[in-house]
């Protein structure tokens, strides 16, 4: 049963920095692809940046390039998303998914994750 549990979330100042963590379980996710995703009140959940578990290429959405940094911590099977500048409009709860794929080819789809967090909140305040 695969898990993913995220943490880090919360309330900021615009301009400030948050890390959220995603610890992953159930699975060996060496062949996996792990992304972060938002979704603000009243709007569609958009996908904000995307890791390959092993070799480590990243994308991410225009609005949080040069801000916004994936990354992954094999040891502690956890994948981290560090926000920078943070502005108010990037306020949502944010979840993390897992991609099931060996394509070298990282996904902002949403229907090619299998895998969900819970998401956690994070508010920015102007």
């Known amino acids: 049963q695969v898990q993913l549990v995220e943490s880090g979330g919360g309330l900021v100042q615009a301009g400030g920095s948050l890390r959220l963590s995603c610890v992953a379980s159930?699975?060996?996710?060496?062949?996996?692809?792990m992304g972060w995703f938002r979704q603000a009140p009243g709007k569609e959940r958009e996908f904000v940046a995307a890791?390959?578990?092993?070799?480590?290429?990243?994308y991410y959405a225009d609005s949080v390039k040069g801000r916004f940094t994936i990354s992954i911590d094999n040891a502690k099977n956890t994948v981290y998303l560090q926000m920078n500048s943070l502005k108010p409009e990037d306020t949502a709860v944010y979840s993390c998914?897992?991609?099931?794929?060996?394509?070298?080819?990282?996904?902002?789809?949403?229907?090619?994750?299998?895998?969900w967090g819970q998401g956690t909140q994070v508010t920015v305040s102007s």
């Open positions: 998914a897992a991609n099931p794929t060996t394509s070298p080819v990282l996904s902002k789809q949403l229907g090619a994750y299998d895998y």
């Open positions: 890791i390959r578990w092993t070799d480590g290429p990243t």
């Open positions: 159930g699975r060996t996710f060496s062949r996996y692809a």
